[in-house]
């Protein structure tokens, strides 16, 4: 059976919060899903995955430093993640915070793995939320893990 990871960072318990919903929308799927914080992945873990979620806060516009650092290590895997499918989330402190500039960064490293990034017309890059995740927030990151679970499932046909 096909296989979607969740990778995040979570200071506040925010983005931890996301994660529930993201896997709730897997599991709705019939997909199995993985969770684990970015302190205890391993790089080679992208490896096994059918579909990759990664969710981080919004620092300065940007991902927490842990994930990017994860993300600088999947180097070593270039070219090896090509065709999988992937997606991003991410939490910011304030309306305007960089939520969506973060989603951005995690999707443009996805790309330049040669990852295929399904779009949604409702929230285009990944599911975002200003805080605590509120009754939409949670409602939009089940629909990334959809959206990522359906598309895994078209290609693995």
């Known amino acids: ?32 899903v993985e969770v684990e914080k970015v302190q205890e992945a391993k790089v080679e873990d992208l490896l096994s995955a059918d579909g990759i979620i990664l969710g981080s806060p919004t620092y300065y516009g940007i991902m927490a430093g842990p994930l990017k650092n994860f993300i600088d290590e999947s180097i070593k895997y270039h070219g090896k ?8 989330f991410a939490t910011s402190g304030v309306f305007g915070g960089g939520n969506e500039t973060t989603v951005l960064d995690i999707v443009k490293a996805f790309l330049v793995h040669g990852m295929i990034i399904p779009g949604d017309t409702n929230a285009p890059y990944g599911a975002v939320a200003i805080g605590k995740p509120d009754v939409s927030a949670k409602a939009s990151c089940r629909e990334l893990g959809k959206r990522i679970s359906h598309l895994v499932k078209q290609l693995n046909r």
């Open 1 to 32: 059976m096909a296989k979607i990871l969740i990778i995040y960072f979570s200071k506040t318990g925010n983005t931890k919060e996301m994660v529930a919903s993201v896997a709730e929308g897997v599991k709705e799927e019939g997909l199995d």
């Open 81 to 88: 993640l090509a065709g999988k499918v992937g997606g991003a």
